[in-house]
Each structure stands twice: as structure tokens, then as C-alpha cells.
Nanobody
Framework: QVQLVESGGGLVQAGDSLRLSCAAS????????MGWFRQAPGKEREFVAA????????SYAESVKGRFTVSRDNAKNTVYLQMKSLKPEDTAVYYC??????????????WGQGTQITVSS
């Protein structure tokens, strides 16, 4: 079992950069593919980025491709989401999740509590 805690959210201006971290407990972290999702008010939770257990393969939603970068450090049990050129439409609660490779919420069994990002124009 894996427990996940996100950090790094906050209020930023359009064009700013921000890095989210997701710290995992448990020695099995390195066995899981990891995903980042977000949920804006009144909308469904949507895929943002994913990274395989080894870090060798990544995937991004079209809306963030070229602006967001997902990475992981298995020695630190942490996955990151580096975000640049933030836009107001990036405003949402961001969640990290552990599971198997994919872009669907159904691929992931373990979820963090989420961290709010608000981008002002």
C-alpha cells in the first residue's frame, strides 16, 4: 500500500512557474507508475501527466504538453510536476496517484489529498 502527500500548490500569476511534489510512503513506491490529475470546480477529474515506474516513459495531456514536466526520484520516494507558463485555465486541485500505466483515473489505486493551484490573470 502507498500513501501519497502532495505539496507545492498556491496562488500564482499567469506565466509563472511552480513545482508540485508528491511524497510517497512505503517501500513499494518504485514499483508503481505514477500519474498527475487535476479537477476544476464543476468538472471531472482529468489526466495531466504520467510516468512509468522506472521514469523511462512519460505521457502528457495535450493541454499541458510543452509546459509541464513529470519526473520522479525513486530514492526519495517522490514524484514531481514542474509547471511553467501557467494559465488561468490550469487552476484546479492537483492530485498525484499511484497505479498502473494509463490516462484514466481507473488505472490508479492510490490517491493523495490534492493541492490547490490558482492562476490569476
Amino acid at each position: 500500500q502507498v500513501q501519497l502527500v502532495e505539496s507545492g500548490g498556491g496562488l500564482v500569476q499567469a506565466g509563472d512557474s511552480l513545482r508540485l511534489s508528491c511524497a510517497a510512503s512505503g517501500r513499494t513506491f518504485r514499483l508503481y507508475d505514477m500519474g498527475w490529475f487535476r479537477q476544476a470546480p464543476g468538472k471531472e477529474r482529468e489526466f495531466v501527466a504520467a510516468i512509468t515506474w522506472s521514469g523511462g516513459t512519460t505521457s502528457y495531456a495535450e493541454s499541458v504538453k510543452g509546459r509541464f514536466t513529470v519526473s520522479r526520484d525513486n530514492a526519495k520516494n517522490t514524484v514531481y510536476l514542474q509547471m511553467k507558463s501557467l494559465k488561468p485555465e490550469d487552476t484546479a486541485v492537483y492530485y498525484c496517484a499511484a497505479g498502473t500505466w494509463g490516462t484514466s483515473v481507473r488505472n490508479y489505486n492510490y490517491w493523495g489529498q490534492g493541492t490547490q493551484i490558482t492562476v490569476s490573470s
